[in-house]
């Protein structure tokens, strides 16, 4: 997501290079720049020109420090902006009443069901909290299957009525039902509705009269750009929701929706989800989500991710190995099963300043170690313990086996040999740091 953005606005702070100052004639050009791959990435216009309108007041005649030229500055100025613009700071949802009731609407097609699923799986592991999944759309073949399938990955039961056609009265029993068995969260999948449905739009209104939910969430498919932001505002006029949702950023988006929306209805964005795996969703953050835009990254989700697969008690028994040079091949897969826990190899890729850019052209899936671990899991258990013995004989064996060349084998071989150098010389250098400290 951005990546176009990201690059028209890189383009646009080169022209303040090697400039003394930020001055009328250059940043007229900048700024320019900037409105147009604003307007590019399917912003709204009115937001466009009241952006850089603000960036332009902020930044003229500001004095440069001499630690920074007037492009970082532009940059910076640029960067709160962003911020401002998505929102500020983050906003959580409203989960403390028990039954927190959590109402999910949107149009057809936007990816309801799925973040519904996402959601449920979300408050229960970070969280703590005992949710319930509601089946409210009655319309659409197969939606209650299809629920049941997301519910299964999540862990979360599902409330359905066969043959009842009255979503009103589902959801209205639903609520009785998690009072009953103890559910602390119940999220509503209502049906796809089109704004200009005048007899769906009342349904879901009869629905929020009669459950009165503690949260309406809005999602909006952000391939969609401006046409979502406008459908946001006539959903907002009907249900007043209390924040938005970003399905589908994984896509060939321009990003406008996310940058244009909070402006637009005056509601936060509060979720980002993207791709099938059942924990791809994220709470939205502005500041992050801006660094992103203008390639710094996002080294703290990618911190935060890291750290929800982290077991310390592993890690202690991992160092003490690496520190005694026994680092061995059932410690490197078992390292690769831990970065795959954390998500999207490329996205994850993304959030590390100055790799983004680098990466972007590349085709980086999660079959990405695929061919790393079939040599792994074509040799012995001897072998992987100490890949010392692996002479030529064993090699061409092992590539037979994977799939995969012998070079790929060597390659592996090699790359393993480094890691383990590394990761030697890093324990070494905190032991020493430590011993110093003493």
Do not use: C
Not at 56 to 61: E, I, N
Not at 153 to 159: C, M, N
Not at 384 to 399: D, H, T, W, Y
Request: proline fraction near 3%; charge should be positive.
């Amino acid at each position: 997501m951005f990546e176009n953005l990201s690059e028209k606005l890189e383009k646009s702070f080169k022209l303040l290079k090697g400039q003394g100052r930020i001055t009328e004639i250059n940043i007229a050009e900048t700024l320019k720049e900037v409105r147009r791959a604003l307007l590019d990435a399917d912003v709204n216009f009115r937001i466009a020109k009241q952006f850089t309108d603000t960036v332009r007041a902020k930044a003229l005649g500001q004095e440069v420090l001499k630690s920074v030229n007037p492009s970082q500055m532009m940059i910076k100025i640029v960067h709160d902006e962003l911020v401002a613009l998505m929102g500020g700071d983050k906003s959580d949802i409203n989960i403390k009443i028990n039954p927190a009731v959590i109402l999910i609407a949107g149009l057809q097609g936007s990816g309801k069901t799925t973040f519904s699923g996402k959601l449920a799986k979300w408050v229960k592991t970070k969280r703590g909290k005992n949710p319930i999944l509601v089946a409210g759309d009655v319309y659409r073949p197969a939606a209650i299957e299809q629920l049941k399938i997301i519910a299964a990955q999540a862990e979360v039961p599902v409330y359905t009525e066969d043959g009842n056609m009255n979503p009103v009265q589902i959801v209205k029993n639903s609520v009785r039902e998690a009072k009953m068995k103890n559910h602390d969260v119940v999220i509503i999948d209502t049906a796809g509705r089109l704004a200009v449905d005048e007899e769906m739009m009342n349904e879901i209104a009869s629905i929020k009269n009669t459950v009165s939910p503690h949260e309406i969430l809005f999602v909006v498919d952000s391939m969609t750009g401006q046409d979502a932001v406008n459908t946001a505002r006539e959903f907002n006029e009907r249900l007043d929701f209390n924040g938005v949702v970003l399905t589908k950023l994984d896509g060939d988006t321009r990003g406008g929706a996310a940058l244009s929306i909070r402006s637009v209805v005056n509601k936060p964005i509060k979720f980002v989800s993207s791709g099938e795996k059942i924990d791809a969703i994220d709470i939205f953050y502005p500041s992050r989500m801006a660094d992103r835009i203008l390639g710094m990254g996002d080294i703290v989700s990618f911190v935060e991710k890291a750290q929800e697969q982290y077991d310390l008690e592993e890690a202690r028994k991992l160092q003490k190995k690496i520190a005694r040079d026994q680092f061995d091949f059932n410690d490197f897969i078992a390292q690769i099963q831990q970065i795959k826990k954390m998500g999207n190899v490329r996205d994850l890729m993304s959030m590390i300043p100055g790799v983004g850019k680098a990466v972007k052209d590349l085709d980086i899936d999660d079959n990405a170690f695929k061919s790393i671990e079939a040599i792994i899991r074509s040799m012995t258990p001897g072998e992987r313990r100490n890949p010392v013995i692996l002479n030529g004989s064993r090699r061409k064996r092992i590539a037979t086996g994977s799939g995969t060349t012998v070079q790929d084998v060597n390659r592996l071989l090699k790359q393993f040999d480094e890691t383990r150098r590394m990761m030697r010389m890093m324990t070494k250098g905190r032991n020493a740091a430590g011993l110093m400290r003493k």
